[in-house]
């Protein structure tokens, strides 16, 4: 089973700052498989990222995802207020299909 | 796209068996989506559960395997978890989600329930 390991677990950021949030895979893996969410409090995640660099339909474009092999980023231009979250990696593979990553909480400074 | 709704008891005693069953709108069950669980215990992350499609093919998680099944009701238009010698350590958030074969998105989860609370208690 791959492992997913996100650093770091929480950042402390003011709106309008750039947000860095990475996601590293115990071993190389497709990045088409790699996916990123926010999870606000009380609410069901949300798809941003898929494909590693793909925003998903609504997604601000100062969302952007890249990165390949074992190391993946997810990268917030410039804050916004409705940003602070938790934003988790997640691995699709044979078995189990879905792996999430612990979670990076971005939180306002 | 469709949308999801879970429904089930709030609470359920030690070595009972969880039941949900997920409601699904806007589009029908045997469509090309594939259906999930999700769940997130207190203060905790995501673990995947388990997917089904409208056609019987299932996989689950190995770690909850031996303890889950997910069915598909197509006349209800809904599919359901059972999870059986629920423990404290099943108390958690179960999201349903989906994802789409022909959404470029496949290998994510770009639908998904509001989620319900469910505790395993005496």
């Known amino acids: 089973e791959i492992v997913l390991t996100q650093s770091p677990g929480t950042l402390s950021l003011s709106p309008g700052e750039r947000a860095t949030l990475s996601c590293r895979t115990s071993?190389?893996?497709?990045?088409?498989?790699l996916a990123w969410y926010q999870q606000k409090p009380g609410q069901a995640p949300r798809l941003v990222i898929y494909g590693a660099s793909s925003g998903a339909p609504g997604i601000p474009d100062r969302f952007s995802g890249s990165g390949s092999g074992t190391d993946f980023t997810l990268t917030i231009s410039r804050l916004e207020p409705e940003d602070f979250a938790v934003y988790y990696c997640?691995?699709?593979?044979?078995?189990?299909?879905?792996?999430f990553g612990p979670g990076t909480k971005v939180h306002i400074k | 796209q469709v949308q999801l709704q879970e429904s089930g008891p709030g609470l359920v005693k030690p070595s009972g068996t969880l039941s949900l069953t997920c409601a699904v709108s806007g589009g029908s069950i045997r469509r090309s989506n594939w259906w999930n669980w999700v769940r997130q215990p207190p203060g905790k992350g995501l673990e995947w559960i388990g997917e089904?499609?409208?056609?019987?093919?299932?996989y689950y998680n190995p770690s909850l395997k031996s303890r889950v099944t997910i069915s598909i009701d197509k006349s209800k238009n809904q599919f359901s978890l059972n999870l059986t010698s629920v423990t404290a350590a099943d108390t958690a958030v179960y999201y349903c989600?989906?994802?789409?074969?022909?959404?470029?998105?496949?290998?994510?989860?770009?639908?998904w329930g509001l989620g319900t609370t469910v505790t395993v208690s005496s």
């Open positions: 089904m499609y409208h056609s019987g093919s299932t």
């Open positions: 997640q691995h699709y593979d044979s078995s189990p299909l879905f792996t």
């Open positions: 071993q190389s893996v497709n990045s088409n498989h």
């Open positions: 989600a989906s994802r789409d074969a022909y959404n470029p998105s496949f290998y994510g989860l770009d639908v």
